[in-house]
């Protein structure tokens, strides 16, 4: 498969898996897809950046997506910069620690 491929495909996941990204103001961009490595970085911002649940949301992503996209192995969420960067970087940072978020599985 392509690196367009995969990137079509996580673009895909992201829009109808994880539709609460765009829906509460938010927004994702694929930075990156490595087909050999089977690798995929993706950057949410928006709304996402001040939002308390972010941290799951991330992680949440990051084992969901390989599981839906034949040839993906492995993904890093991170926050997006510039002008849709962090408006709460030290609230997301502090809740991104906090063990009562460990095992949270959001609905999607």
Known sequence: MSAEGLERQTRSFLSNEVPQIQQHGGNFEIRHVDEEAG???VAIGGACSGCGIAPMTMRAIERRLPESVDGL???EVVRAGGPRAAVMPSKTDEM???DEYEDYSPPF
Do not use: G, K, L, N
């Open 73 to 75: 192995e492995d993904v």
């Open 39 to 41: 690798t995929a970085t």
């Open 96 to 98: 991104d620690e906090m």
